[in-house]
């Protein structure tokens, strides 16, 4: 819920914290996980579980939905970027990319960022919760085989919420 408010835009992670930091303290840590993961870039249930086994695993920390541009053009928005090794890790439910357009269009992101040579690695998310060191060893292994892509420049999730709320940070 914290992640699709912030989406629509229907409130700022700013004035979710200010209420939460107004309200009482107990009772309020999954909310305040739920928050953490939202200011990090973390848009679902799915990505939360791959921060997680990322966290988990000692990987090192990607961003969260940036938008990647080439040339001033939108390429994408992965779950998540290791910029320095041009990594792109999604969390694909099948409940969210369950129809043929669906599918389509996250065949069409995945082709676009491959053209730019990003290596892009795809998790189901019972995968990701089932098949822990295996999801983090097949990271591991692109993120050391990897390497930077200067033509790609990388707008943050919260570079680009605050772009979009007309705030600057």
Known sequence: ???????????????????????????SGLFRQA?????????????????????????PTPLYNP???????FLAMPDCWWPESGVAGEADSQAWHFSPQDW?????????????????LHFPPQRIRSQRR?????????????????QIRTISADQSDALATGRRN
């Open 134 to 150: 295996a999801v983090a060893d097949e990271i591991r292994r692109a993120l050391a085989s990897g390497r930077r892509l200067p």
């Open 1 to 27: 819920m914290v992640a699709e408010a912030v989406q629509r835009r229907t409130c700022s992670i700013s004035h979710l914290a200010d209420e939460l930091a107004a309200g009482p303290a107990r009772g």
């Open 104 to 120: 389509e269009a996250t065949m069409a992101r995945h082709a676009r960022m491959s053209a730019h040579g990003i290596i892009v």
């Open 67 to 73: 938008r990647l541009l080439v040339g001033g053009e």
């Open 35 to 59: 928050l953490a993961e939202v200011a990090e870039g973390v848009r679902s249930a799915a990505e939360a579980d791959l921060r997680g086994l990322i966290r988990w695993a000692r990987l």
